[in-house]
């Protein structure tokens, strides 16, 4: 889902911590920056010191939780085709 606008504040900060995780490009574009990634993270860094959190990239916004959740998981598969 892309926002016709650019969100700003609170707003901008939780789409950029749900997006976080899909990287700057996507984030951006889910925000409603477009491709200017740069004005992104710089209103994201702006929006962030406002209520008191310091971040240098939106790479900071991954919480610990959604790191596990991406690498989550085995794969459990048979050696080859014919083992089925």
């Avoid at 990287?23 to 925000?31: N, P």
């Avoid at 004005?39 to 010191?49: D, G, N, V």
């Avoid at 959604?66 to 080859?80: L, R, T, V």
């Amino acid at each position: 889902m892309t926002v016709p606008q650019k969100l700003e504040g609170l707003e901008l900060i939780d789409c950029a911590k749900a997006s976080a995780n899909q990287g700057l490009a996507t984030a951006a574009r889910q925000c409603g920056y477009g491709e200017n990634t740069e004005a992104f993270e710089a209103e994201l860094i702006k929006a962030c010191q406002k209520i008191g959190i310091e971040i240098d990239s939106l790479g900071d916004l991954i919480t610990d939780r959604q790191q596990i959740k991406k690498g989550a998981g085995i794969e459990i598969a048979p050696d080859s085709s014919s083992s089925l």
